[in-house]
């Protein structure tokens, strides 16, 4: 059976007003204290309020990985 990715989003305000949501998956560093994450996806186009942005980014999330979520890929078969 496929693993649940660990994806995150958040939405970041890069100029005043303009609200940009950005999907990372968690990266497999072992650090201590912290569980890393870098960038696989962001807006290309600002949202005006951080809510607009933060909708699109779970609109953004059910399309690249369908109704199941982020899994990961079983290459050993059935």
Do not use: C
């Not at 958040?10 to 960038?39: C, I, K």
């Not at 949202?47 to 199941?68: C, Q, S």
């Amino acid at each position: 059976m496929s693993q649940l990715r660990n994806i995150a989003l958040t939405v970041q305000e890069l100029e005043e007003g303009e609200f940009y949501w950005v999907l990372m998956e968690a990266a497999d560093y072992d650090l201590e204290d912290a569980l890393p994450y870098l960038p696989i996806e962001a807006a290309s186009d600002p949202h005006h309020t951080y809510a607009n942005a933060l909708v699109a980014g779970v609109a953004a999330i059910r399309k690249m990985f369908g109704k199941d979520g982020p899994r990961t890929t079983d290459m050993r078969g059935p």
